[in-house]
């Protein structure tokens, strides 16, 4: 009796192990992290409230604080040296709860204790998780409200329970004050189960979970709603240079090298078959539909609205993938990430019934083989593109021209090339860098990035800038039109060079 206490439990600390283990090898990767390392600092600077005043100092693109305020607020409670050590594990250990929460909705429906166990095996072994919760993200957050939100509002139409209701609602405020992505997916998803069920339950909790996100915020959940328009305008503007190099521009097949951007390539030109290699479990939703249909075995009447959840974000993702214009909204294969629960319940539950029939065997050859297949994927992406990674981690080399510029007596008001270097610079050195500081700064920084548009004798006369933080893997000097003997201070293939005004 005592193990089926704590059986629920091992699953997630497995998911745990599997998703920070590479933080051990590579502790300073990812990109966006220093981005999310700077917010909530500020926050923690303020108080741990939002501040109000614009953003000054470091960010030459001036702006105000305009991220949801959950995840930065939560964690402004960790001092910032621990939160420096542990920034790695927290999205592992987030996304650990929705394993539990994958048990407690499994078992709610089944009253299986093993379907429950092998939901959460299916869900850890799942390759877009895994890879997603590879750095600090308030997305592992945002996806577990998004579930908070989703089942309760589908079991309230299913049994009617108004506590379920109540649950949604309070969620999905919840999700409007965590993460962009993920209420912009509901906002699809609501659309999509309102004609589909024919209910208006899911407009209602949208848009009471906005009434009380707008209250509880005191309307500054509006200036989070405007920076993510932006963001979309944005990528409206550059919608020709998203997987352009910033000073080569459009890159051709046999330069593009980044293991991160071949990814995005074969997604994109094989997407209705290569999306399910980073969730195959999400074929549950279509043999479902099938069984449905053709009403070959009774199913509990909920999986009608997970299968339907799961071919809706599936098509959603093909069409974003394959559909150019639909790019600004976000990368197709993250859509189907929003699938992953009901796919890990649904493949488990197909897989016990499988277990009643005379296939059972060939069930036991299919499980063993994608659960082994997922877990060679995770573990292959994990170390080419985390622990391997030299493109999106601070390096020693990085770190060292972060020291040398901390030594200089003037405050230096630097470029950083590639772009994706200039958060990073913030956090390690006292020096300004050109990036924006809110989402309406990105009109400014589309000088820059995602192409370089505008000289840099100009930007150095508009800004006043006096260095560039060149990564000589990325771009050469000669390519920049400048020369060597302006070179400050160098190691590696990081240099940082005067610029002349």
Known sequence: MSFLYIAPYIIPLCNFFLQSYPRIFNRLFGVDVWTRLLEIDHIRKNKHKIPQKKLTGQFIIEGYFDYPPIFPTLLSYIPKKNLLLLQGFIAPFIDSLQVIMVYIVAYYITNNIGIALLAQGIYMLTPMIAIENSYLTPRSLGYLNFSL?????????????IWFYFAGV???SLLFLTHRFAIQ???????FFSFFLNTGIFVQSFILGFAIALIVTKGYYLRVLKGHLYNIYFWVKNLDHRFSHQIRGKITKDTKTDFVNIIYTLLSVFSPIAIFGLNPWALSGFIIAYIFIFHLVTLPTIFIGFSAWIIFFYFLGVIVLKTKYLMPIGEGQRYMEMSTVPSAIL????????????????????LIFLLVSNLSLILFIQIKGVIKDKNRSVTDDLMKVFRFINKQ??????????????TMTIYHTKACVFVNADNPGLMSVQEVYPILKVSLKDLVKKYKLTHALVKESFVTLEELHLIEKNVVFKSGDVKLVKLNS
Do not use: M, W
Not at 347 to 366: D, M, N, R
Not at 409 to 422: E, V
């Open 347 to 366: 493949s488990s539950y197909i897989f016990f019934e499988c277990l009643k029939t005379p296939h059972k065997t060939l069930a036991f050859i299919v």
């Open 409 to 422: 007596k003037n405050i230096p008001r630097i470029i950083c090339i590639p772009h994706q270097n200039t």
């Open 185 to 191: 997916s509901f906002f699809f998803i609501t659309l």
């Open 149 to 161: 939100a989703t089942f309760p509002l589908l079991f309230y139409y299913y049994n009617g329970d």
């Open 170 to 172: 309070i969620f999905t």
